[in-house]
């Protein structure tokens, strides 16, 4: 795909993800588990990976904040290869203990149940984690953050790598919700429905949902959302354009 018409897709993505509120608050996908949010003045990478080209049309950001310590979510390479020379990174202490402090301007931690003031926006560190045996392995609690941030008059929630854990479950008042879905590293797509009709999000979007065999039908996750609580909002977001 050229350039061109990628960055198109990208900016139409973009504004599809725009409150319709006086919030000018812009959430973009970049892929899988990779995504950025400006407001105002704030521009802030959620687990920045894959080249710096997939961020050149945006401001060195003010924050990255990463949730654990895997590649896809946690790349050095990436990191080195961005201008975080006025950046703050966020992460919990797994993650931070492996990042060089030269990486960026400032490294600061959050660990579980933290909340944390940046500037003009609140994060509040969500546990994320397994809950099947055979997946243990892959996420234990404690490690990494999910994040809530506070932001314009919006909750917004990213999930990080988790099941339908009871903290998920219990957040309130989420306006926008990023829920992974992959096997065989965190969840089903009729487990992660079940959780957002348990929290109720204004609006869900299905994100880091390919997995060892593909892509998770998150169609299915959609119809299983609207079938359980029409009110909430089901927007497809293209995580993987090639």
């Given at each position: 795909?050229k350039?061109?018409i990628?960055?198109t897709l990208?900016t139409i993505?973009s504004?599809?993800c725009k ?7 812009i959430i973009?996908?970049?892929t899988?588990?990779?995504?950025v949010?400006t407001s ?5 990478f959620?687990?920045?990976t ?9 401001s ?7 949730t ?5 979510h946690?790349?050095l ?19 931070a203990?492996r990042?060089?402090?030269e ?14 003031t940046?500037?003009?926006?609140k994060?509040?560190?969500?546990p994320m984690?397994?809950l099947?045996?055979e997946?243990?392995k ?7 953050n ?6 314009d008059?919006q ?7 988790t099941?339908d854990?009871?903290e998920m479950r219990?957040?309130k008042?989420i306006d ?6 992959n ?7 009729e487990s ?17 949902y390919?997995?060892?065999?593909g892509?998770?039908d998150?169609a299915k ?7 359980g609580?029409?009110e909430i909002?089901v927007?497809?977001?293209d995580?993987?354009?090639?």
């Open positions: 795909m350039k061109s990628l960055l990208i993505i504004i599809s409150s319709t509120s006086e919030s000018d608050l973009t996908p970049i899988h588990g990779t995504a949010f105002g003045d704030n521009t802030v959620i687990d920045p894959g080249k710096a080209e997939a961020f050149a049309d945006f060195a950001p003010n924050y990255v904040f990463i654990d310590i895997h590649g896809d946690l790349s390479k990436t990191l080195k290869s961005l201008d975080l020379s006025n950046t703050t990174i966020v992460a919990p202490k797994a993650v203990d990042i060089p402090e990486t960026a301007k400032a490294i600061v931690i959050i660990n579980n149940g933290e909340t944390k940046f500037g003009s926006f994060a509040e560190a969500i984690y397994n099947r045996e997946a243990l892959f996420h234990t609690k404690g490690r990494g999910g994040y809530v941030f506070s932001i008059n909750r917004i929630y990213f999930s990080g790598d099941e854990i009871p219990a957040l008042n926008k919700a990023f829920v992974c879905m096997l065989p590293y965190t969840m089903t797509v992660a429905a079940d959780a957002v009709l348990e929290f109720k999000p204004k609006e869900v979007y299905p994100y880091h390919r997995g060892t065999v892509l998770s998150v996750f959609k119809s299983l959302v609207n079938k609580n029409a909002k927007v497809q977001l995580w993987y354009l090639k």
